[in-house]
Structures are given as C-alpha cells and as structure tokens.
C-alpha cells in the first residue's frame, strides 16, 4: 500500500516538474519577452563613434557579433509587443548590414562592392531570423516599411554608406523607440551635412526621392515637423516658394 501511494506521488511530481518546465519556456515568449541586445550594445559603444563605424574593430570583434546575430536568429519577433518588434527589425537590420561588410573587410570600398550585375547586395539571402533566410530588402521593403508605417524608420537603418544616416552607438529599443526615431531623424535634417537651404532652393538626401510616397511626397511639410532654429523659420516663411532638390549620395563605406 505504501509503495502503490510512493509511485502515485513520484509521477505526480514528474508531472508537476514537467509541467512547471513547460511554463517556464513557453511563457516568456508567449508573453512577448524582450530581446537581449546586451552583446551588440557593447559592440556599438566599443566600435562606432558619432556615426563612424571602426569596421576593422568589428571585424576583430566578429565572433562577439555572431553570437548577437545568433541571439536575434532565435528570437520570433511574431511574438514580440509591436514597438520591442519594430526595434528588433531595425537593430536586425543594422547588425546584418555590418556582418555584411565584414565579409569583404577590409578589401570593401563600398556596400555595393559586394553585390553584382545580377544581384544587388540588399538582395542576398543572408538575414537568418527564427528559420527563415531573409535578404536586407526583405526586412525593409517587406516588414519596416509595410507593416509600420513610420516614415522616420528611413533615418534609423544604415547601409553601411557615407550619405546614410548615423550609425548610433546603442541599439533600439522598444521603450525608447520614440524618442530613439525622433531625435535621429531630427539629428539628419538639421545636420549641415544631409540639408541645405540656399535661397528658395531645399537641397535634401536622395532618400526623399527614393521613399517619396513613405513622406506623403509633401519634403518640406515633413521637414516641418522636426527642423529646428533658423532652419525652420525660414522654411516655414517661404514654405508655398520652396524647390526640393536632391543631393547626390555618397555609396562609399562610413568607416574610419
């Protein structure tokens, strides 16, 4: 009687161990839990600076980054709250690109270096995200874009080029994320460099032209929203007179 009570016990707490197991895995995700961006923080802190990227640090680094590149591979982002999500794909994104120009370091000039007459780099299947193999247009094109709409995006993904917008040095993420898209979109528009208002002429990057639509192809009405100081008094006195013009975009890497 007592050994029949002994093994009734012993498989109740298997199952009551088992089942505790399963929740302790299962529900974090199901949960939307956040992503570890532990590793690629401290890479970014250690190897880029006011948006220049020590490519060659990185690369000594590498191991480092593939062990994040693996943390994101494991992760489904499905799961994800939408703002921890959209930050996922944007550091995704990032990451990708670097570990993309780390396979031609230090030989790579440019990104477009590593593509070729059939197949531009922003197409090669590389991206691997929770066992799927992704290229970086898939992510832009058929995920940030679409699904969340937020034209600021365009300054927080860098292709690893000169005229791109400035790699931070920390990760995105989805409590910050606001304020993350504001203050870099805002960082690129007042910046002396990707901006210039000559008289009634507004000079802007190439990327208003190739997003157009994603600004509702209304540039200055989107400078508007985040100019700052005297670019913005101007814009708004000569708002109805202003010509938009595109500058020309500099492909070659953003690297020391």
Same mark, same amino acid.
């Given at each position: 009687?007592?050994?029949?009570?002994?093994?009734?016990?012993?498989?109740?707490?298997?199952?009551?161990?088992?089942?505790?197991?399963?929740?302790?895995?299962?529900?974090?995700?199901?949960?939307?839990?956040?992503?570890?961006?532990?590793i690629?923080?401290?890479?970014?802190?250690?190897?880029?600076?006011?948006?220049?990227?020590?490519?060659?640090?990185?690369?000594?680094d590498?191991?480092?980054?593939?062990?994040?590149?693996?943390?994101?591979?494991?992760?489904?982002?499905?799961?994800?709250?939408?703002?921890?999500?959209?930050?996922?794909?944007?550091?995704a994104?990032?990451? #990708?690109?670097?570990?993309?120009?780390?396979?031609?370091y230090? =030989?790579?000039?440019?990104?477009?270096?590593? @593509?070729? +007459?059939? $197949?531009?780099?922003?197409?090669?299947?590389f991206?691997?995200?929770?066992?799927?193999?992704?290229?970086l247009?898939?992510?832009?094109?058929s995920?940030?874009?679409?699904?969340?709409?937020?034209?600021?995006?365009?300054?927080?993904?860098?292709?690893?080029?000169?005229?791109c917008?400035?790699?931070i040095?920390?990760?995105?993420?989805?409590?910050?994320?606001?304020?993350q898209?504001t203050?870099?979109?805002?960082?690129?528009?007042?910046?002396p460099?990707?901006?210039?208002?000559?008289?009634?002429?507004?000079?802007v990057?190439?990327?208003?032209? #190739?997003?157009?639509?994603d600004?509702?192809?209304?540039?200055? =009405?989107?400078?508007?929203?985040?100019a700052? @100081?005297? +670019?913005? $008094?101007?814009?708004?006195?000569?708002?109805?007179?202003?010509?938009?013009?595109?500058?020309?975009?500099?492909?070659?890497?953003?690297?020391?």
């Amino acid at each position: 009687m007592i050994r029949s009570i002994d093994k009734k016990t012993g498989a109740c707490l298997i199952v009551f161990f088992l089942s505790g197991l399963m929740t302790s895995t299962i529900l974090p995700a199901a949960a939307g839990s956040m992503v570890d961006h532990g590793i690629y923080a401290e890479l970014l802190a250690k190897h880029v600076q006011n948006g220049v990227v020590n490519y060659a640090g990185f690369k000594a680094d590498e191991a480092r980054l593939d062990q994040y590149l693996q943390v994101l591979e494991q992760v489904d982002p499905e799961r994800l709250p939408r703002e921890e999500q959209f930050a996922f794909y944007i550091n995704a994104y990032n990451a #990708w690109t670097i570990k993309l120009i780390l396979t031609g370091y230090p =030989g790579v000039k440019s990104i477009k270096d590593l @593509g070729s +007459l059939i $197949q531009s780099p922003w197409k090669k299947e590389f991206v691997r995200i929770h066992g799927k193999t992704l290229s970086l247009d898939d992510i832009e094109h058929s995920v940030l874009r679409p699904r969340f709409k937020d034209p600021r995006v365009h300054f927080a993904i860098v292709c690893a080029s000169k005229s791109c917008p400035p790699l931070i040095s920390e990760p995105y993420r989805g409590a910050t994320l606001d304020a993350q898209l504001t203050r870099v979109t805002s960082d690129f528009l007042n910046g002396p460099v990707n901006s210039r208002l000559e008289g009634n002429t507004l000079r802007v990057s190439s990327i208003f032209k #190739w997003f157009a639509e994603d600004f509702n192809k209304d540039v200055v =009405g989107f400078y508007l929203r985040f100019a700052q @100081g005297e +670019l913005k $008094q101007k814009l708004q006195a000569g708002r109805d007179g202003i010509e938009v013009k595109y500058l020309d975009y500099d492909w070659s890497l953003n690297g020391v």
